[in-house]
């Protein structure tokens, strides 16, 4: 099991403005999943993002898997309140699926 | 609602107690997981079924104790826990594989005292 790095830990930004998180591995990915967490509540499926350099766009979330399957990224545009909420990615390896520790986003008003 | 229920939604237990968390889903999936989220730690992996049948326990200690009757409902059930086994214990269910994603229940808040 590779172990997942997600950066920041923690990112507190103002309504209006965009953000970028990252996932990255020392090992190629199969494929790679988001997910948001919000208080109280379990992780939802945001992507599956499964071929290297892929962009996916969901909204105002922005998907991007790195040419290497080794890194993705997250970037949300003008981002709201509602999208405060741990944001985790999950590498996915036949049966198992496998999280980082999550970038925890407060988007205040 | 995601289509995983999980019951109860909170629970407090002395070390000494037995109880057990429940899950339930009617998406059509044959496979369903426990994890376990504590502060400042990744989600681990506890256990998964397929068609009811165990297919991993990932080092779990043997006080928590799964069952999978069926493919829509696992349970957990729980003894002589440890104060750091206090989580959030969370349910997921999915088609086999995972290319589709996992669908999560609510969770149970767990507090051991």
């Known amino acids: 099991t590779q172990l997942l790095e997600q950066s920041p830990q923690f990112l507190s930004i103002q309504e209006g403005e965009n953000l970028t998180v990252y996932c990255n591995s020392s090992?190629?990915?199969?494929?790679l999943q988001w997910y948001r967490q919000e208080p109280g509540e379990g992780p939802v499926l945001l992507v599956t993002v499964v071929t290297g350099g892929e962009v996916k766009k969901l909204k105002r979330l922005t998907f991007q898997f790195g040419d290497a399957r080794k890194d993705s990224s997250l970037h949300i545009t003008a981002a709201q309140p509602g999208d405060t909420g741990l944001y985790l990615c999950?590498?996915?390896?036949?049966?198992?699926?496998?999280f980082g520790e999550g970038t925890q986003l407060t988007v205040n008003p | 609602e995601t289509g995983v229920t999980q019951t109860p939604r909170h629970l407090v237990m002395g070390m000494t107690n037995k109880k057990s968390l429940k899950c339930e889903q009617h998406l059509g999936h044959n496979a369903m997981y426990w994890y376990k989220q504590s502060a400042k730690k990744p989600l681990e992996l506890m256990f998964v079924?397929?068609?009811?049948?165990?297919?991993e326990n990932n080092s779990v200690p043997s006080r928590f104790s799964p069952e999978c009757p069926n493919s829509s409902h696992l349970f957990l059930h729980l003894h002589t826990l440890q104060p750091e086994d206090s989580a959030l214990y969370l349910c997921a269910s999915s088609h086999t594989g995972t290319r589709l994603g996992y669908t999560f229940g609510s969770g149970t808040r767990l507090t051991v005292v």
């Open positions: 090992s190629v990915f199969s494929s």
């Open positions: 999950g590498e996915t390896s036949g049966s198992r699926l496998t």
């Open positions: 079924y397929n068609f009811k049948e165990q297919t």
